[in-house]
């Protein structure tokens, strides 16, 4: 941001300043007469002469315009000089790291990180898939339950849901969490496996869990799967899910399941 300001000897008696940083006092043969309580602009004042002009100045806030919409790629803006201490510093940009108000991406040809990296969402590698990393928890219901969502229905406890027309999910691994409360599961038929698929026609992508593994364990388990499977039929819109035979309730404090689930949705574009 630049404007320019003329410095000419004051008249006498000389006009007041404004003790307000940045307003305007006087005008006097057409320039204006700033409140100079600013350090900068006292430096500046004083190197000068009559008839100099200032034709930049630092301009501590800037007039900012919300834009979420437009299809252009802008570069973004950072300190010049590697300062990281502040000051009255320059300003550049760089051409290869921008912004896209149209899709609120910021592209760059790197990024360093010193600590975690939270994302919501998915992360895409290429156009046509995006990988994902979830948490569900399964209820003692639904690990007994043979209704729609239960771990006994046909279609099993939804662990992600169908993508939609077009896209299809591919199992990369599950980690399951059981966590025990005072009594173990009992009546399973060591066939639990995690599928994909639409009703009726999901396929395991996994081996069989046995119950002493995971479901029917008398204390708390951790198990680990990927896809076993070496070739897969997929459908188009078909859903994860976690089925096997019902168990039996054991009481009211009965365990429950956390599944850590990473996935890929693919588009399928056909």
Do not use: C, W
Not at 18 to 45: C, H, W
Not at 162 to 174: D, I, Q, R, W
């Amino acid at each position: 941001m630049t404007f320019s300001i003329g410095i000419y000897a004051q008249p006498t008696p000389a006009p007041e300043l404004s003790p307000y940083s940045g307003q305007v006092t006087e005008m006097y043969k057409g320039f204006v007469i700033l409140n100079t309580a600013d350090a900068y602009l006292e430096d500046r004042l004083d190197s000068l002469t009559d008839g100099s002009v200032i034709t930049t100045f630092p301009a501590e806030t800037v007039v900012i315009t919300d834009n979420e919409s437009t299809a252009e790629n802008n570069p973004l803006v950072f300190v010049a000089g590697g300062d990281l201490d502040g000051g009255n510093l320059g300003l550049e940009t760089d051409g290869t790291t921008y912004y896209t108000p149209s899709t609120g991406i910021i592209t760059a040809t790197g990024v360093a990180l010193s600590g975690d990296l939270t994302v919501t969402g998915g992360v895409r590698s290429v156009p046509e898939v995006i990988e994902y990393t979830d948490t569900i928890t399964l209820t003692a219901t639904e690990i007994v339950g043979t209704s729609a969502g239960d771990v006994g229905h046909a279609d099993g406890a939804i662990l992600v849901a169908a993508p939609g027309t077009g896209y299809t999910l591919e199992l990369v691994s599950a980690f399951l969490i059981y966590d025990y409360s005072t009594a173990a599961y009992t009546g399973g038929a060591d066939d639990a496996v995690i599928q994909v698929g639409v009703t009726g026609t999901q396929v395991a992508v996994t081996g069989a869990i046995t119950g002493a593994s995971l479901l029917e364990a008398s204390g708390d388990a951790i198990l680990g799967l990927g896809s076993t499977a070496t070739e897969l039929t997929y459908a188009d819109n078909g859903a994860i899910s976690l089925f096997g035979t019902a168990l039996t309730q054991p009481g009211s404090a009965a365990g429950e399941l956390r599944v850590h689930i990473t996935y890929r949705k693919h588009t399928l574009g056909l």
